[in-house]
């Protein structure tokens, strides 16, 4: 497809279980990114990739958090030992170039919840 | 400390009753800033980027302004189909790649 693709769109997990999120970004798109948004709230940054690089991880919570994108492409974000407070949409989103003057394209997100 | 805050959280609107939601920003040394538009069960779509005072950007019933200290979206004759939540955002000051998004305004418009 032409657009950002998450998968699952929707996760249920009990409390010290991992998950792992998966994003598929438009081809050919440089730049990665991913967002956790808490109900009612704004996007809040979790991590940033160019390519393969990880160039900013300073927005994960906690080093349960984790992410990779180990050809430059699909993306995952695991989070081991899920807490009831990691309960939110994670949203991924790509660029083709470095900067956001071009604007995100962002996925539909994958909502975890934490049970 | 950057910051985005956006008001009203809130926006009732009745279909062609024109409006305007608020953005304002601190950050050092701005670098663009953003609008997006959010429906339901949706990832944040990019609507404008707006870089220096005085810009205006407008797409159909919307229209974008900037100033030194906020930012301003228009929705002029506002259409059922332009319900949603609109966010805006910033580069971080210590990272030109990241958002620093406000907490949206929810749009309603009803017929």
């Known amino acids: 497809g032409a657009g950002v693709s998450q998968s699952p769109r929707y996760k249920v997990a009990k409390r010290g279980q991992d998950v792992a999120l998966r994003c598929d970004p438009i081809?050919?798109?440089?730049?990665l990114f991913w967002y956790q948004q808490a109900l009612g709230q704004g996007p809040e940054f979790l991590t940033y990739?160019?390519?393969?690089?990880?160039?900013?991880k300073s927005g994960l919570p906690s080093d349960r958090f984790f992410a990779e994108r180990p050809e430059g492409s699909v993306s995952t974000l695991k989070i081991q030992r899920t807490q009831q407070e990691d309960s939110a949409v994670y949203l991924c989103a790509s660029s083709p170039r470095e900067g956001p003057n071009y604007g995100y394209t962002f996925g539909s997100g994958t909502r975890l919840t934490v049970v | 400390e950057d910051q985005v805050t956006q008001s009203p959280e809130a926006l009732r609107l009745q279909e062609g009753e024109s409006s305007s939601l608020n953005c304002s920003y601190t950050?050092?040394?701005?670098?663009?800033l953003f609008w997006y538009r959010q429906d339901p069960g949706k990832g944040p779509e990019f609507l404008f980027t707006?870089?220096?005072a005085g810009e205006e950007k407008e797409k159909e019933r919307l229209k974008a302004t900037l100033t030194k200290k906020e930012s301003f979206l228009h929705i002029t004759a506002p259409k059922p189909e332009d319900s949603a939540t609109y966010l805006c955002?910033?580069?971080?000051?210590?990272?030109?790649?990241?958002?620093?998004f406000g907490a949206g305004t929810q749009v309603v418009v009803t017929p």
């Open positions: 950050v050092s040394g701005l670098r663009g």
């Open positions: 081809s050919g798109h440089v730049s």
């Open positions: 955002a910033v580069p971080k000051t210590d990272s030109w790649g990241k958002l620093q």
């Open positions: 707006l870089y220096s």
């Open positions: 990739f160019q390519n393969e690089a990880q160039l900013d």
